[in-house]
Each structure stands twice: as structure tokens, then as C-alpha cells.
């Protein structure tokens, strides 16, 4: 399996990195090294993330880490990451 980002997920990581900088950029780095770290745990057991079956056709995932949803795709052999965002965005 290989693990890939989507432009999306990306600026998802960047957003989520310049709204909590402004107030502590440690943290923000933290949560950013965390949430990049946590998908590679995909990559021994891809299905360990709810299946989000509204996504008919596709096989669409999410996991929680802390405070943060991840949502992902596996295709063939490959983990796309799709977005990610703090549970408490309207999303």
C-alpha cells in the first residue's frame, strides 16, 4: 500500500496549522506532526477507519485523532488522504 496526500487534505494541514499558529505555534506544530504521523498506521491496517457508506462506489474512511477527523480513500493499493478538519468546523 502507499499512502498519498491530495492537494486538499494539504491545505486542510495548512489552514489548520496558520489559525492555531496565531495563538501558539508549538502547538501547531505539534498538531500538524500529529496528523501527518497518524495515517501511516493506515498503511498496516486500512480498514480500521468507519466506512462513510453516502460515498456509494467508493470506499471512503474517517478516524479521529484528538479533535481532528481524517477522512480517506482506498483504491487498488493505494490510501488517498482526502481532508481533515477539527471536529467542531461546520463542515
Same mark, same amino acid.
Given at each position: 500500500?502507499? /499512502? +498519498? ?5 494539504? *491545505? ?12 501558539? !505555534? !508549538? *502547538? ?6 500529529? /496528523?501527518?504521523?497518524? !495515517?501511516? +498506521?493506515?498503511? *498496516? ?6 466506512q462513510l457508506f453516502e460515498f456509494e462506489g467508493r470506499e ?21 488522504? /482526502? +481532508?481533515?478538519?477539527?471536529? +467542531?468546523?461546520?463542515?
Amino acid at each position: 500500500m502507499k /499512502l +498519498r496526500w491530495t492537494g486538499k487534505a494539504l *491545505a486542510d494541514l495548512e489552514r489548520l496549522y496558520d489559525f492555531l499558529a496565531v495563538v501558539n !505555534p !508549538p *502547538a501547531a506544530a505539534r498538531t500538524v506532526q500529529s /496528523l501527518t504521523k497518524t !495515517p501511516t +498506521r493506515l498503511l *498496516a491496517n486500512s480498514r480500521i477507519g468507519e466506512q462513510l457508506f453516502e460515498f456509494e462506489g467508493r470506499e471512503v474512511r474517517r478516524i479521529i485523532v484528538g479533535k481532528y477527523e481524517i477522512r480517506y480513500e482506498i483504491q487498488d493499493s493505494c490510501i488517498y488522504i /482526502l +481532508r481533515l478538519w477539527h471536529t +467542531r468546523e461546520q463542515r
